[in-house]
């Protein structure tokens, strides 16, 4: 079982970032996949989620610049961001098998990628 990120990397505020997730357990098309991120010195949050059949949920941080969306035949999860702030900077993590809720406590992991946002 592996959840993969990458796409992560270096901007200015006002910039996008694509960031892309691959899962390799066999029930990964029928789950919910989604993105948490964590900032230095704080807890992880939860950044937005998606179902297998396409309903997303985001965080109200998030909502508007971000946007989710997965590709079931590739196994694959993305986070395009747009108008990025330095408070979007942290760590991002993509996440897998877990209820479409802000609450989620998904089953696996990926080991994250940073992302860094000038101003």
């Known amino acids: 079982v592996q959840v993969v990120e990458s796409g992560g990397g270096l901007v200015q505020a006002g910039g996008s970032l694509r960031l892309s997730c691959t899962a390799s357990?066999?029930?990964?098309?029928?789950?919910?996949m989604g993105w948490f991120r964590q900032a230095p010195g704080k807890e992880r949050e939860f950044v937005a989620v998606?179902?297998?059949?396409?309903?997303?949920l985001y965080s109200d941080s998030v909502k508007g610049r971000f946007t989710i969306s997965r590709d079931n035949a590739r196994s694959t999860v993305a986070l395009q961001m747009n108008s990025l702030k330095p408070q979007d900077t942290a760590v991002y993590y993509c996440?897998?098998?877990?209820?479409?809720?802000?609450?989620?406590?998904?089953?696996?992991w990926g080991q994250g990628t940073q992302v860094t946002v000038s101003s």
């Open positions: 998606i179902a297998w059949y396409g309903d997303t």
């Open positions: 996440a897998s098998h877990m209820a479409l809720e802000v609450d989620a406590s998904p089953k696996f």
């Open positions: 357990m066999r029930t990964v098309n029928t789950a919910v």
